[in-house]
T-cell receptor
Framework: NAGVTQTPKFRVLKTGQSMTLLCAQD?????MYWYRQDPGMGLRLIHY???????AKGEVPDGYNVSRLKKQNFLLGLESAAPSQTSVYFC??????????????FGAGTRLSVL | DAKTTQPTSMDCAEGRAANLPCNHS???????VYWYRQIHSQGPQYIIH???NNETNEMASLIITEDRKSSTLILPHATLRDTAVYYC?????????????FGKGTKLSVKP
């Protein structure tokens, strides 16, 4: 009963390096999200997807790209990391509508430091 | 989505009930009140939600006022493991994005 799994859990990058964060869910959810959380703040939406092959920008999309090639996976990419992208990244998934009650399930997070 | 207002922090004695308030005076008729919590360094966890009736599950109770402008999350017998940041969020079931809008929440400290 894995739910939402994020890899890696921790990562340290140098400015300008690239990396991909992987999110996998086993609940057959249509919707998936990437959020970031900075110290003392709530979560902010980076990008989201309403289904396989579709992605859209959230509140803070600059510097990130995403892909949803398979329904169960949602990838977040940083092409050229910057210190401002030091944060904790959370992935979530949900099923919309009255039956699923729009409850979101979150992963454990990826802690990223950009030096 | 309606905006919510919560106290920044609260303390509660272990074994006592924790009552966490939330104001959402601009809530619209089709918006639900959701509560999530985030234990330190973990991902947020769903607790409970409701539309207008009071709700109870194995984790908590949710009391929504008749005018729906405020609500209270009740943890009946708080334990040290309930120390977390609690987020009150209003959201309808649909919407093109479906994402949750998180404020800063209430930091609940349960003390022995």
């Amino acid at each position: 009963n894995a739910g939402v799994t994020q890899t890696p859990k921790f990562r340290v990058l140098k400015t300008g390096q690239s990396m991909t964060l992987l999110c996998a869910q086993d609940m057959n959810h249509e919707y998936m999200y990437w959020y970031r959380q900075d110290p003392g703040m709530g979560l902010r939406l980076i990008h989201y997807s309403v289904g396989e092959g579709t992605t859209a920008k959230g509140e803070v999309p600059d510097g990130y790209n995403v892909s949803r090639l398979k329904k169960q996976n949602f990838l977040l990419g940083l092409e050229s990391a910057a210190p401002s992208q030091t944060s904790v990244y959370f992935c979530a998934s949900s099923q919309q509508g009255a039956r699923a009650k729009n409850i979101q399930y979150f992963g454990a997070g990826t802690r990223l430091s950009v030096l | 989505d309606a905006k919510t207002t919560q106290p920044t922090s609260m303390d509660c004695a272990e074994g006592r009930a924790a009552n966490l308030p939330c104001n959402h005076s601009t809530i619209s008729g089709n918006e639900y009140v959701y509560w999530y919590r985030q234990i330190h360094s973990q991902g947020p966890q769903y607790i409970i939600h409701g539309l207008k009736n009071n709700e109870t599950n194995e984790m908590a109770s949710l009391i929504i006022t008749e005018d729906r402008k405020s609500s209270t999350l009740i943890l009946p017998h708080a334990t040290l493991r309930d120390t977390a940041v609690y987020y009150c969020i209003v959201k309808n079931y649909g919407g093109s994005q479906g994402n949750l809008i998180f404020g800063k929440g209430t930091k609940l400290s349960v003390k022995p």
